[in-house]
Each structure stands twice: as structure tokens, then as C-alpha cells.
């Protein structure tokens, strides 16, 4: 059968051709996408008298037609029909007859790839804010239960000062929520309309792109049709917000698979989020915080490929641009399958306090309020620090800790020391003494916890808002 472009040509393509250059194995996930723009191309033809009322009436029932085959997997694809926009227009002629083949008029399946992956990044970003939201709300709901679990603040990995749990957590809410910041800014790039930019210079018809727009949901408009046609900005866009998503959760990954360690001990993961040894049956391996660290990697690697793929293209089209799609595919995907698993994850997640608290009172952690404690009876902090470095050096040489330490071993390194330094060295004490904006005493976590519930409940307004337009 020749192809529906096939006038000016007087051989059949290679068979080889065809295979290499077919994108219909993996753009047929736009069916929906291609089948509602192809709705509002349409329905503005016959309302701007382009085509016969009557046509576009009988069009758009094909085109129904067409998508419940799709939906009940009845359709066939054919690689010879290259894409889903010709597989589904060629389906759409064999339903109605050769009417379906005035559906294409005004339009080029350049700026009609463009809409259809539009509409399918505006779906995915809202679906992926929702998730983000999900997976804060699992994470205050730990903080939560731990506003009063302290537990080892570390800095290059090596203890630092005692901060609540709580904090800790909220740190990565903080994260999400500027990712769900960065998704929902993306969206009014995403959220612009190409279609109606013709090959790459408009179309002769009399079309009426606000009408389009206003059909399929779209707040703005291309101003160029050049740039309509070439722009894959915003999937470059989405893909780097799902990279930084993907980084944060590799961060978090990481530490789960550090707390849950017989080393550290810290946290037990659900055994419905781990896996066992095929050898060793004593086992318990963190595999879907691995896994997800892991896949990091595959997210950047789209993200840096579709760079590599746009970086010198001319004005407006080329068939390079076929390659802006799987690696949009995939990384919907992966970051969307990680989310989903990370929210349950974390809900049941196992806080073992007692080895926090443990681990908070074998260190040296509270060596920071010792200066600061010598600063307020006057101490030059420089001097202090030094003070404080000699003690701990001491009790490291005679296997002690600070709190082991008489106040007269104390008085040998300073007379300022008195009998409240005991006080001062309590982890609730350390904690709490750190009562600014944003630190990790009680008051402010609890307040942060407050501030970040707010937050959560704007991200839902702004998802049930814009899930409108995924309908």
C-alpha cells in the first residue's frame, strides 16, 4: 500500500528505511494524545468553513471510533505507516472512507507531534507534583512521630551535631517542594499550543488557533511557527526537573541504605520493600533503595542525550528529533514508578530511637555548645575552639566522653567551666538550644511541620486545578 505521502515518489521505500526510521514501536504511546488534538484540529476546520460541517461531524466519529479500538487493544500497528499520526489517520480512513483524509488539512505532522507531546508532558507533570506530594506527606507523617527522637547530624559523613530526626526529614520535604516548584513553573512552557505552525511557516487555511487552544486547554500560543515546530525545550526542561527529583531520592536512598545496616541500625525498612538472598537466608537487602539510586544514572543519561541531540540542529525540523521521545518515555517511567514505591516506603518505615539516642551519647557531638558556652561567659570563640579541640583530644586518649568528665578535669583546661556544663552537654539541651529559623529545636521543626502542611495542601488544589486539562 503506498504511503499517504507517496505522490512524489516512484519507488517503494527500503524495507531497511522503513524499520530505522519508524517511531511507531514507542510513539504509539500518543495515541490518546494524537486523537484529541486531531478532535479540536477538526471541529475548528468545519466551525471556520474550511471543510464541510457535515465532514468534520463524520470525522470526529471516526476518530471516537478509532480511539475505543485503541482502548480495547484492538488496534493494529503497521510499521509501514511509520507513526502513530499516519497509523491512526490511515485506521481513521479505513472506518469512514476517504473523508478522513480532508482531517489533515491545515496542519503537518510536525506541529501535530509537537501538540501531541504537549498534551502528554502537561498530563505527566501534573501526575508527577501529585506524587511528589504523596511522598512529603509520608515523610512529615514520620516527622511527625519523631519530634522528640534525637539522632546524629552528619557532615562528611562523620557525626556532627545532635539534631531531631524530624529535621532531618523535613530537609527532604524541602527538597520535593522545590521540585514541585520546578514542575509546576515548567508547566506554562509546557502548557503553549504549536499546533496550526504548519511544516514550519503557518498554514494558507484560514484556521483559528485560539479556538484550538481553547479547546484542548492551552493558555498560550506559539508566536513563531519556526520555533513552534523545533522547540523540545520544555521536554529538555522536564527532563532536568526529573533528574534534580531523581538526585534527591538517590540522596534518600542512599541513607536508607546506611540506617538500615547492621552498622548504623537506625531505621528497618518493610519487608514488603525489600528482598532476600538466594544463598545467604539470614539477608535483608534494601533492593528498592538501590535500585532507584541506580536508575539516577539512566534519568541523567536521557537528559544529557537529548541535549547532545538538539545541540546543532538548524531551523525548524529534522528527523533527529524523532530521538525526543523514548528517552521522555522512559524517564516518565522510571521517576514515576520510584515515587510511587518511595511514598509506602517511607510510611512504614521502622524509627529505632533507642539506637538515635545511643548514638548521640558515645560521641562528640555536643563539642560545638561547649565553645559556645565558653563565648557566653566571654571566651573569644577562636580561643574557645581551640580549648575545646585539647578536650577532646584528652577524653579520646583516655577512652571517655564529655559527659564522663569531672568539672575539675573540666577547670584544668579553663576556669570558666561550672557545674551547669552538664546541663549544656544534654542532647535535648544541644537540640534545643538551636531555636532559630529553620533550625532543629522543637518549636522550629514543629513550626517547619506546620509550614510544609501548607504547603501540601496547595500542591492538591494546584493538581486538582490542572488535572482538568488530563481528562
Known sequence: MSKLWGGRFTKQTDQLVEEYTASITFDKELAEEDIEGSLAHVTMLGKCGIIPAEDAAKIREGLKKVRDKIRRGEMEYSVGDEDIHMNIEKALIAEIGPVGGKLHTGRSRNDQVATDMHLYLRKRVVE??????????????????????IFPGYTHLQRAQPILFAHHLMAYVAMFQRDIERLTDSYKRINTLPLGAGALAGTTFPIDRHFVAEQLGFERIYENSLDAVSDRDFIVEFLANASLIMMHLSRLCEELVLWSSTEFAFIELDDAFCTGSSIMPQKKNPDVAEL?????????????????????????YNKDMQEDKEGMFDTVK????????????????????????????????????????????????????E??????????????????????????????????????????????ARDVYGGTAKRQVADAIERAERDLRRTADWVEKHAENGK
Open 292 to 316: 532507584v539510586r541506580g536508575k539516577t544514572g539512566r534519568v541523567y543519561g536521557h537528559l544529557v542525550g537529548l541535549l547532545t541531540v538538539l545541540k546543532a540542529l538548524p531551523l525548524a
Open 128 to 149: 508527577t507534583a501529585d506524587l511528589l506530594r504523596k511522598l512529603q506527606e509520608a515523610l512529615i507523617g514520620q516527622a511527625k512521630n519523631n519530634l522528640d527522637t
Open 387 to 432: 580549648v575545646i579541640g585539647k578536650i577532646v583530644l584528652y577524653c579520646i586518649r583516655n577512652d571517655k566522653f564529655l559527659l564522663d568528665l569531672k568539672l575539675e578535669q573540666f577547670k584544668s583546661f579553663s576556669d570558666l567551666f561550672e557545674a551547669d556544663i552538664y546541663d549544656v552537654l544534654q542532647p535535648e539541651r544541644v537540640v534545643g
Open 334 to 385: 522510571t521517576l514515576q514508578g520510584a515515587l510511587q514505591l518511595f511514598a509506602p516506603m517511607i510510611a512504614t518505615m521502622k524509627v529505632n530511637t533507642g539506637r538515635m539516642r545511643q548514638a548521640v551519647s558515645q560521641d562528640f557531638s555536643n563539642a560545638t555548645d561547649i565553645a559556645d558556652y565558653l563565648v557566653h561567659k566571654g571566651m573569644p570563640f577562636r580561643q574557645a575552639h
